[in-house]
């Protein structure tokens, strides 16, 4: 797999563990821990991602990549069926729509790289310090780009502390300490 496209499956990766994680916040106890859980191995995965020149498991993070997309489908399905929006409205649709973007990218490259004829085992061909450069601060600014506004759309996210206003003196609006 080229360099270049692998650190883009890095970045994605790593936004997908952040927008799970801060999902985490203001979940149901059970969904809570699954989210964190899958945060916790997207980040991990992504990291690791950036550090081998080989995909770690890619069979496994194709299945596991197409897992969340399935579950938020399935809590869509089940929340409009039941007539209960407030199964799915605890999530926000904007991060999840952003965290299954990212998973399905991750598995269409995947599923092309595994598909591929080429040696599994040969070494990554390397681009110029330009074209990798240029191409890693595209998949960082495509990533940032979309990972931002979904982070702000959390409870996580509402609750952050506004930039300009780090003192000792902000408190959350509607909780009295």
């Not at 390397?126 to 759309?153: C, D, E, K, M, Q």
Request: charge should be negative.
């Amino acid at each position: 797999m080229p360099t270049i496209t692998r650190t883009w499956l890095a970045f994605a990766a790593i936004g997908t563990g952040l927008i799970h994680f801060a999902l985490v916040i203001g979940s149901p106890l059970a969904l809570g821990l699954v989210l964190a859980a899958f945060g916790l191995t997207e980040f991990g995965w992504g990291v690791l991602t950036f550090a081998r020149e080989r995909i770690a498991a890619p069979r496994i993070a194709l299945v596991v990549a197409l897992i969340p997309v399935a579950g938020w489908t399935l809590l869509l399905v089940t929340s409009s069926v039941s007539e209960a929006p407030e199964l799915a409205s605890s999530l926000g649709f904007l991060p999840l729509a952003v965290a299954s973007l990212f998973e399905l990218f991750a598995v269409a490259v995947l599923g092309i790289h595994l598909r591929s004829k080429r040696d599994p085992d040969a070494a990554p061909a390397f681009p110029s310090v330009a074209r990798y450069l240029l191409g890693l601060g595209l998949g960082a600014l495509v990533v940032a780009g979309l990972t931002t506004p979904a982070l702000a759309a959390t409870e996580a996210g509402l609750f952050a502390q506004p930039h300009g206003e780090h003192t000792d003196l902000f408190t959350v609006p509607g909780h009295n300490h």
